[in-house]
């Protein structure tokens, strides 16, 4: 058992939620680790219990269908499953020029 698995208070695990760009500003932080609770199952699990932490992240998630997220490193759709994951990253859509 890993050390960051036993601080978990039981029914959560700790998970590294990092936030980029504009996502980020509305959070007002760059990474957080969270004791997520373990029956969430989905990126968009997580994006609701997020949005019940207060004005910044409701604002970061206004708009569900914008923010994209990736897995460990991995782009995921916010049906994707969260599983083992250790990171969760949230940034805004990439755009070219």
């Given amino acids: 058992m890993s050390s960051a698995t036993a ?6 695990r700790p998970v590294r939620i990092v936030y980029f760009a504009w996502v980020r500003e509305r959070v007002g932080l760059p990474e957080e680790t969270l004791d997520i609770p373990s029956d969430l199952a989905t ?4 994006v609701r219990w ?9 604002a970061a998630f206004a708009d569900e269908t914008v923010v994209r997220a990736a897995l460990d490193h991995v782009h995921a ?5 969260l599983g083992q994951a250790r990171e969760i ?3 805004p859509p990439m755009t070219g020029g």
Avoid: S
């Avoid at 601080?7 to 959560?12: C, D, E, K, R, V």
């Avoid at 990126?43 to 997580?46: H, S």
């Avoid at 759709?77 to 499953?81: E, F, I, S, V, W």
């Fill in 7 to 12: 601080t978990a208070t039981a029914g959560t």
């Fill in 89 to 91: 990253a949230f940034f």
């Fill in 50 to 58: 997020l949005k019940a932490r207060g004005e910044g992240y409701e």
């Fill in 77 to 81: 759709k916010p049906q994707a499953r």
């Fill in 43 to 46: 990126i968009a699990d997580l």
